[in-house]
């Protein structure tokens, strides 16, 4: 059974980067059929999406966070990763991994999130 | 602001017929389907309808999705106490190459 588990630090520091890490088990993250992604969700609010990777380093990103965001894979560890850099306390959010199934079109676009983490907390403050 | 527009909240009686809006444009409903995620309340979302009106195993027929034009929608028939949670409709935005969320729909069962 596919399990995602999100670990790292639950405090950052402003200006400082925010690294998070998702380890797959259950599955493996050379999966043809998949993309693997990161989406947040601030405190009483909505979600969103911040990007998404395939096994190859194929990477889509979130235009509004893209200068600030890195996603990873290692494929060696199925795991993949998250950095985001120069937080602020609006990057205060629950952090979610996910599984994206693209099916046989892996090219246009980075699939849907079909398996959830169950989530970590990331608190930007000094 | 969310790119794709749903209400904030929804109600209904127990057994009842909700329907919950979901709008967006012409870059991401109107060319590409749309997916509806169910967030019980401290829990990770959960996928619950997948290529505007699929469920994936284990969600009940209770629960379903279509979808016309720019616009979407996610019916809960036969509504129980189980149902109350948010609920949040994506699509995939060709414009921004990225996933695009509805703002959330909180349903109460009264």
């Known amino acids: 059974q596919l399990q995602l588990q999100e670990s790292g630090p639950g405090l950052v520091k402003p200006s400082e980067t925010l690294s998070l890490t998702c380890t797959v088990s259950g599955d493996s993250i050379t999966s043809s059929s998949y993309y693997w992604g990161w989406i947040r969700q601030p405190p009483g609010k909505g979600l969103e999406w911040i990007g998404s990777?395939?096994?190859?380093?194929?990477?889509y990103y979130n235009p509004s966070l893209k200068s600030r965001v890195t996603i990873s894979v290692d494929t060696a560890k199925n795991q993949f990763s998250l950095k985001l850099s120069s937080v602020t306390a609006a990057d205060t959010a629950v952090y979610y991994c996910a599984r994206l199934y693209c099916g046989g079109d892996c090219y246009s676009w980075s699939g849907y999130m079909d398996v959830w983490g169950k989530g970590t907390t990331v608190t930007v403050s000094s | 602001q969310s790119v794709l527009t749903q209400p904030p909240s929804a109600s209904g009686t127990p057994g009842q017929r909700v329907t919950i809006s979901c709008s967006g444009g012409?870059?991401?409903?109107?060319?590409?389907?749309v997916y509806w995620y169910q967030q019980l309340p401290g829990t990770a979302p959960k996928l619950l309808i997948y290529?505007?009106?699929q469920r994936p195993s284990g969600v009940p027929d209770r629960f379903s999705g279509s979808k016309s034009g720019t616009s979407a929608s996610l019916a809960i028939s036969g509504l129980r106490s189980e149902d109350e949670a948010d609920y949040y409709c994506a699509a995939w935005d060709d414009s921004l190459s990225g996933w695009v969320f509805g703002g959330g729909t909180k349903l109460t069962v009264l």
């Open positions: 290529t505007n009106n």
């Open positions: 990777i395939y096994y190859s380093g194929r990477t």
């Open positions: 012409s870059s991401n409903i109107g060319t590409n389907y």
